[in-house]
């Protein structure tokens, strides 16, 4: 079972970027779908985005789509999410998850992963 490390958030105003980084460790990094999710206070953990293990497609949810952008890079074990013109209904503990050899459309219930991170707080000030 994989063990995931989230960081890079913070505190930024409307408008503002941050980028977020989940380092991956205890497999294949290579062979894992990666992808981000969210919760803020009061929800349900929510899909943001996702990154195939071969081939690299991605998929987003319809609210981030066209701010966000999901990335990987495998000599580092490492995946990103760079947040553009974050709002504050952004406002969320991001976290990552994996899933070996994973279609996309695999990735995107919160239900379907056991093993989380601890996640990392996002705050977006109006």
């Known amino acids: 079972q994989v063990q995931l490390v989230e960081s890079g958030g913070g505190l930024v105003q409307a408008g503002g970027s941050l980028r977020l980084s989940c380092t991956v460790s205890?497999?294949?990094?290579?062979?894992?779908?990666m992808g981000w999710f969210r919760q803020a206070p009061g929800k349900e953990r929510e899909f943001v985005a996702a990154i195939r293990w071969s081939g690299g497609s991605t998929y987003y949810a319809d609210s981030v789509k066209g701010r966000f952008t999901i990335s990987r890079d495998n000599a580092k074990n490492t995946i990103y999410l760079q947040m553009n013109s974050l709002k504050p209904e952004d406002t969320a503990v991001y976290y990552c998850?994996?899933?070996?050899?994973?279609?996309?459309?695999?990735?995107?219930?919160?239900?379907?992963?056991?093993?989380w991170g601890q996640g990392t707080q996002v705050t977006v000030s109006s």
């Open positions: 205890g497999g294949t990094f290579s062979s894992y779908s």
């Open positions: 998850a994996a899933k070996r050899f994973a279609a996309i459309a695999a990735m995107k219930n919160p239900a379907d992963f056991s093993s």
